[in-house]
């Protein structure tokens, strides 16, 4: 331990000309040069430094001078090496001064230490010039124990060494991490993996992270530094990179990871789940429940449906019609506030894509208890509606009920029946007398056809165009509508919050009820106000109705769960949410709703992409929509998709052109779909 005498007094500030020949110092590229005064002129230096190259710069930026001199007169040449002399004899001195031993002694004394006094503690033995640069070059390159400021010094309090310590030692790992990461990343591309770092998982989590979330991951310029020294594109060799290292498979769904979807639930959900499974399930007639189990129900769903929520009934009383339109009654099963509803509300809604379904509740609970299975009693809330002979609403009820689902129908198999069965004929006209009255109040049709992408277990896609006029389709759209609305009408005129969809007038129309043409259709659909959710009912321009909720999928959608919950609320079944827990529950279902909503149409943009990643140099039909700035904006309608096509001088094209494009370039991962004139 060094000994020191602790004196500080005021520093005699030595005040010298510059001149010519003074040995001076200055810092650059983090390092100290040594250097000798050349010429001095306003306050800036011309100097020959230790590396012999000359620089001018101002006296302000010199980090050490003295008044030791070297003879001008005595040439470049040896100008040069006597100022490297002089540089290796400071650094020699750097080795004799223990600034960790200084501040053990000094940092009680929370001062500012001159750098004379410093310098009389490090070499107590008349110290000179040399010295003083030595004392310099030492506090430079140590900061962890002494703040550093021209010349002179502050010692860091305990916790300050302690963190800079720490921040050393993280530096330290990641300056080794890069080096690591870059050489085995070079060694993957190159298909060599003999030599992998211990923390060849924390780098792949590291560029994992740099590909989903860019800059905004929080390992973004570590992420950066491994791919430089790796010579990886960070743009466009990353994805390849995260291939190799077996982090990705090549159609993996990264939107998953962007926008955190849990694709399997916890354990407490499942258990939970499983529990309520194992319960035994006694559904009893009551005063609450009325036995519907005489009616001849029936399913309309897509063929790969599992979870059926819907089931109708029609009757033909002679002087009219009775509909019934039953839904399940999740809310018998899934109580407010337990493990499966907390994890219902924070996914939102159940999840479609091409190549995988994503359930808002297990699916075990889902396509069991929750499910209108053929043959299985299942308790429901059923809408009863009369209707005249020719279709219209006579009056209606809303009550709890007890069903059992007789048939379970496709679309497919509706549409096979549509002109022989008496009971889809009755149901097709109650559709389309239904859907006449929505236009006659102003409802905006929008007729495009959906595009049904599936992939195979093998990842090989096949397309098909879905008419969603056809009878099955028709039928069950506009019935399920009109179920939303009566219970819509329902709730208003018991004055019970509900989760209410309303809608402004479009900005323009451009055709009357269903007559406009695929591009009309596309352009009317931009110009449609966005829905808002709502606690209370206003007017929804885009169907034609007074009020609207959406209720008819409570084991898909937490929106219409919780807007049954308020219908069997009404009833009697349970107690209500509150205004103030609508509006919540409105609020907390915005951020999952809108990624579901991007996932799906990302989702069936990419497998409809790959689809046509095999189609290159095909000629296809397209539909001018637009024009932009130096394109215009085409809908390929056999796929219903859109693509920018390059404007051509020789050629005038305008909304509404039917054209024919070929193919030229398609890229599921990047998004990328470039075509050409045919």
């Known amino acids: 331990m060094v000994h020191l005498t602790l004196t500080f007094t005021t520093a005699i500030v030595m005040v010298f000309v510059m001149e010519s020949g003074n040995v001076v110092e200055y810092i650059d590229s983090k390092k100290i040069i040594c250097a000798v005064v050349l010429e001095v002129k306003n306050h800036r230096l011309r100097l020959l430094t230790e590396t012999n190259r000359e620089v001018n710069l101002s006296a302000s930026r010199l980090s050490h001078k003295c008044e030791m001199r070297l003879d001008p007169s005595m040439g470049r040449s040896k100008m040069v090496n006597a100022v490297k002399d002089i540089a290796s004899r400071r650094k020699t001195l750097i080795s004799k001064i223990d600034i960790k031993e200084l501040w053990e002694v000094l940092n009680t004394e929370q001062e500012w230490i001159d750098l004379d006094t410093m310098t009389g503690f490090c070499f107590p033995e008349s110290p000179n010039c040399d010295y003083e640069s030595a004392v310099v070059r030492a506090f430079f390159t140590n900061r962890l124990y002494f703040k550093f400021n021209q010349d002179r010094f502050f010692p860091n309090t305990e916790d300050?060494?302690?963190?800079?310590?720490?921040?050393?030692?993280?530096?330290?790992?990641?300056?080794?991490?890069?080096?690591?990461?870059?050489?085995?990343?070079?060694?993957v591309l190159n298909d060599n993996h003999s030599s992998q770092p211990e923390n060849k998982t924390h780098i792949a989590n590291i560029l994992k992270s740099f590909y989903l979330f860019g800059k905004e991951s929080k390992d973004y310029s570590l992420g950066k530094a491994v791919l430089a020294k790796a010579g990886i594109d960070p743009d466009e060799e990353v994805f390849k990179v995260l291939l190799k290292l077996d982090v990705f498979d090549k159609n993996e769904n990264t939107d998953l990871y962007k926008y955190k979807v849990a694709t399997s639930f916890p354990d407490k959900v499942m258990?939970?789940?499983?529990?309520?499974?194992?319960?035994?399930?006694?559904?009893?007639?009551?005063?609450?429940?009325?036995?519907?189990?005489?009616?001849?129900?029936?399913?309309?769903?897509?063929q790969s449906t599992l979870d059926f929520d819907d089931a109708i009934s029609i009757e033909d009383h002679g002087d009219h019609y009775r509909l019934g339109i039953h839904i399940v009654d999740v809310g018998h099963f899934i109580k407010k506030g337990d493990s499966i509803d907390q994890e219902a509300l924070v996914r939102g809604s159940s999840i479609y894509m091409p190549d995988q379904k994503i359930p808002m509740i297990p699916a075990c609970f889902a396509e069991n208890l929750c499910s209108l299975i053929s043959g299985q009693l299942r308790p429901a809330i059923s809408i009863m509606v009369k209707l005249s002979k020719s279709c219209e609403i006579i009056d209606y009820e809303i009550i709890p009920s007890l069903i059992r689902v007789e048939r379970q129908l496709t679309y497919y198999d509706v549409n096979t029946i549509a002109q022989d069965s008496k009971e889809i004929i009755i149901l097709r006209d109650i559709a389309e007398q239904f859907r006449q009255n929505r236009m006659a109040a102003g409802a905006v049709q929008i007729t495009l056809p959906d595009i049904n992408v599936w992939v195979n277990e093998n990842n090989e896609v096949s397309v098909n165009r879905v008419n969603r006029e056809s009878p099955g389709r028709m039928l069950v759209s506009e019935i399920m509508i009109m179920a939303n609305w009566l219970m819509a009408q329902f709730l208003s005129e018991h004055n019970a919050p509900a989760i209410y969809r309303c809608q402004a007038a479009p900005r323009k129309r451009l055709y009357k009820g269903n007559e406009g043409s695929l591009f009309q259709n596309c352009m009317q659909r931009r110009l449609l106000s966005r829905f808002v959710l709502n606690s209370e009912h206003e007017y929804h321009s885009g169907l034609g109705l007074d009020a609207y909720v959406t209720a008819t999928s409570p084991i898909r959608k937490y929106f219409d769960l919780a807007?049954?919950?308020?219908?069997?609320?009404?009833?009697?079944?349970?107690?209500?949410?509150?205004?103030k827990e609508i509006d919540n529950i409105i609020q907390m279902l915005a951020q999952p709703m809108s990624c579901v909503s991007k996932l799906q149409f990302n989702r069936h943009r990419y497998w409809l992409l790959k689809y046509l990643e095999k189609r290159i140099g095909q000629k296809e039909e397209g539909i001018v929509l637009y024009k932009k700035r130096n394109n215009s904006q085409v809908l390929l309608s056999e796929y219903m998709i859109e693509c920018d096509l390059p404007l051509s001088s020789d050629i005038d094209l305008k909304p509404e052109d039917l054209i024919q494009i070929t193919i030229q370039h398609v890229d599921a991962r990047k998004n990328v779909l470039s075509v050409f004139m045919s």
């Open 160 to 187: 300050q060494v302690k963190q800079k310590i720490a921040q050393e030692r993280e530096t330290a790992r990641r300056n080794r991490m890069i080096e690591e990461g870059g050489e085995w990343l070079k060694n």
């Open 271 to 302: 258990g939970r789940a499983t529990e309520q499974l194992d319960l035994p399930q006694e559904f009893s007639y009551n005063s609450m429940r009325k036995d519907l189990t005489m009616l001849s129900l029936m399913t309309i769903d897509g």
């Open 563 to 579: 807007t049954q919950r308020q219908i069997r609320a009404v009833l009697g079944l349970e107690e209500p949410y509150s205004m």
